[in-house]
DNA sequence: CCACATCTGTAGTGAACACTACATTTCTGG
DNA sequence: CCAGAAATGTAGTGTTCACTACAGATGTGG
């Protein structure tokens, strides 16, 4: 019964491409046009494939949040809290200073406050900045049972803290931070661990 | 040699009201009509005193900077590091949770990414947030000559750690963060200046 | 009370926006 | 090899945007 014509671009590297632009401009401020462009395609195959701007948006946060899945595996696999937050934010402060990509977090970049119609973008992401937290709160509550943490420890609280400083630094890459000054705000969170974790 | 007529609505109070849909929608999300309409005046009034949506915006940021003036002064003058730290930290907690305004700062939902011809609004809001950094850096200096803090800490990254949660505490407030959550994160962010304060 | 400077409201301006109609092309199933 | 299904490129659509021309209103200095 005829399958039509294929596609003719790769939608994974066209959401790369739309990725970056979002990345930069934040959603209001990426046009379509730029969008095309960057992807390298027409409007109608853009609204074939991902419906409107912001389905298109949110097959590009997918999309990150994929490429962000093995890191948060390699962070979350690490033995103590304290290391799990070690590399967090060590990672956090190189990957938002990796020339590779737009300075900062696309869900922090995408768009804190939008304009009437596009209200839907700040929960989207952050829905998907409360993800990372969460993985993060689970991740500290194992290491209270594990007895890694102290007693006193409040996991909910130090997951909130570390997602807080990672938004924070994003910001602070955004605005042209450099990768050592990340580190340094890295180095001077992980303090807040030392008391609240168990003697090695 | 005739004055004209003179204006005929408060400039202050109507910086008032814009302040407040910038800081809802974002630079780019709020609309002349939604500025004018809060303001109480016609878009020929707006540009006859503020010269530009640019400018309005530049103009609720002074004022919003002014706001802000006395808590800093109260903060700075706060005895040591660490009580500097504990005001401001607190004290931004519940400004931003503050229901009389919209959740978060202004300095940060204002916009951190936006379109072609609008990238000085970003730039714009970034210097104005360096300035609190380097207030605080300067009063951290201090405390290290005073021998308030230790002689192995570092001002300009406490001062940078300061400056990331603080904005980090403001996008949790944006995305609905109540204030007992921020209460906890500036908890948490102080176990990092203990190490390094003297003991008293 | 008059000349003039400035503000105000009405009613637009051109440009840019997200999105789409349509004819054409390119594929698959039979 | 043909009928139908889906994607493509061209060229728009109506709407909304920031901003303004203009005429009338309202004040001050002389």
Redesign the interface.
């Known amino acids: 019964m005829a399958m039509g014509r294929p596609r003719a671009f790769d939608a994974d590297a066209a959401l790369d491409e739309a990725m970056e632009v979002f990345?930069?401009?934040?959603y209001?401020?990426?046009?379509i046009a730029?969008l095309t462009d960057a992807m390298g395609i027409n409007p109608p195959s853009l609204y074939a494939a991902f419906g409107s701007k912001e389905g298109l948006l949110k097959a590009a946060l997918d999309r990150y949040s994929g490429r962000r899945a093995a890191f948060m595996e390699d962070v979350l696999n690490a033995p103590t809290a304290r290391a799990v937050a070690e590399k967090m934010l060590l990672g956090i402060a190189d990957t938002q200073t990796d020339p590779a990509n737009p300075p900062?977090c696309l869900l922090?970049?995408?768009?804190?406050?939008?304009?009437?119609g596009?209200e839907n973008v700040?929960?989207e992401?952050?829905a998907r900045?409360?993800q990372t937290e969460d993985q993060l709160r689970e991740r500290f509550a194992k290491a209270k049972a594990d007895g890694d943490l102290t007693a006193t420890a409040?996991p909910?609280?130090?997951a909130?803290?570390l997602?807080?400083?990672?938004?924070?630094?994003g910001?602070?890459a955004?605005?042209?931070?450099d990768r050592e000054?990340l580190r340094?705000?890295a180095?001077?969170?992980?303090?807040?661990f030392?008391?609240?974790s168990a003697a090695r």
Chains 1, 2 share one sequence.
């Open positions: 990345w930069r401009h934040g209001e401020g990426a046009t730029q900062g922090v970049q995408g768009g804190l406050a939008c304009g009437t596009s700040p929960f992401l952050a900045r409360a409040d909910s609280a130090l909130r803290y997602s807080a400083v990672t938004v924070g630094m910001v602070m955004s605005s042209g931070a000054a340094q705000v180095v001077v969170s992980l303090k807040a030392d008391e609240q």
